[in-house]
């Protein structure tokens, strides 16, 4: 999508959306449609029972005096501080099998900052995203045709830079990582991944892929494990970005990227596996941020790491009831090869921990169904071993719209996990099973390093019918937005 920002004047073409407050009081460029309806617009909203009302809106065909083909006017109420990202995302979502292929957005006379608008762009792509390139019959008529997006307001220039700067990069990220957790698995499986991860060196990051033969010299037997069932070779990639200050500790982000995870011997139930395509939503968010990073040249020095598997039933595949040794020399009996995911992360946090030596370190991980069961599809959880850690992250949830909320950590968790028969076990039964992961993550993370475990599960896949429009698919890219606010609020001065 083309996406423009231009100065608050009435369109000469196409369709045209305003905003208007309580008692039809339009401001800006919005009034002037108003004025040139000659009365035609009241009535038009009066017969549409429309009064600017929060939540209201109505489409007409342009009042005489305008020049564009449409005229939908958007109800913000009595709202001094607009939500410009849901109110265009809402508008987008109405009108995107309307045929309309360019659409104006006045901004104007609302009082609005250049990030308002900015991140109003960000509204209409996200609502805007079908996955359909498998489609191959799919009728025009079913296509949003939506391909120029102009945002009127009443400083261009400093939105044109916000969205070019930060907001337009941070969602072709997130775009990037719905992609990737959309795609099939016979097209998304580790060493393709790992390829596509290593094309993204075009914009400025150094890429790094390790196979098999590496990762066994290096004892990453717990990774490893994992996809010992499967034909396909298990990858990890590392992903620098060093645009802060040289000799800077950098940042780390980790991700759980299981491909497709069947359970393994502890097979998973038929119906709906298919989903388990997503399993590797971690891993996408994290691809997505790198990518971000490096789009928006942000000033920090952060490594991303994903741990690439697929986790299948075979004659070779690990066994309950296995004793594994990880890279940090731990061992570890695998009680249930479905509780996979953290034996991938234990050994990249092990590895980002004594290779990387990082300031901070931030998971993210598809990882329990019991994060489902405790936040729904709403919130996902973050874990942390670091209060100010915690409390940044809480921060840029709030500002990326990305929601979280912190589960606890503690000793009494840690005996859940705790094995007669190794250093620990994978699992930790029914009760806090959200908590228990995490419990064993933060074994292998390194001494004094700042931590936070955040369990994706419930928002980096969706079902159908969520009332958030700008969520349009499976995959929602959940976690690219929010690493890149955290960032930048932290890191990048």
Known sequence: MKVSFIADKPATSALAVILVRDGLKAQGAAADYVSASDGQFAKAAKAAFFTGAKGQSFSSFAPVGSKVSRLVAVGVGKDNELD????????????????????????????????????????????????????????????????????????????????????????????????????????????????????????GLK?????????????????????????????????????????????????????????????????????????????????????????????????????????????????????????????????????????????????ASTKIKPKAMINLATLTGAVIVALGHEHAAIMSNDDDLAKQLASASETSTEKTWRLPLGPAYDRLIDSPNADMKNIGGRSAGSITAGQFLQRFVGKGIAWAHIDIAGTAMKPSGRHDPRETTFGTGFGARLLNRWIADNYEG
């Open 84 to 203: 410009t990202e849901m109110i265009a995302a809402k508008v987008t979502k109405s009108l995107l099998m309307t045929r309309e292929t360019s659409m104006t957005l006045h901004l104007g006379g609302l009082g609005l900052s250049p990030d308002d608008a900015a991140r109003a762009a960000i509204g209409v792509r996200l609502a805007a995203y079908r996955f359909d390139n498998y489609r191959t019959k799919l009728p025009a008529s079913k296509k949003p045709a939506l391909k120029t997006l102009k945002i009127s307001c009443d400083d261009p220039a400093k939105a044109r830079a916000s969205y070019a700067n930060f907001y337009g990069p941070v969602c072709d990220g997130t775009v990037l990582a719905r992609d990737l957790v959309n795609e099939p698995p016979n097209v998304i499986y580790p060493k393709a991944y790992a390829a596509r991860i290593k094309k993204l060196e075009k914009l």
């Open 207 to 351: 890429v790094e892929v390790f196979g098999e033969r590496r990762m066994k010299t290096m004892g990453m037997n717990a990774l490893i494990g994992v996809g010992l069932g499967s034909e396909r070779e298990s990858q990890m990639v590392v992903m620098t970005w060093n645009g802060g200050k040289k000799g800077d500790k950098p940042t780390c982000l980790v991700g759980k990227g299981v491909t497709f995870d069947t359970g393994g011997i502890s097979l998973k139930p038929g119906n709906g596996m298919w989903d388990m395509k997503g399993d590797m939503g971690g891993s996408a968010a994290v691809v997505g941020a790198m990518s971000a990073l490096a789009a928006r040249k942000a000033k920090a020095n952060v490594v991303g790491i994903v741990g690439l598997v697929e986790n299948m039933p075979d004659g070779k595949a690990q066994l309950p009831g296995d004793i594994i040794t990880s890279m940090s020399g731990q061992t570890i009996e695998v009680q249930n090869t479905d509780a996979e995911g953290r034996l991938v992360l234990a050994d990249c946090l092990h590895y």
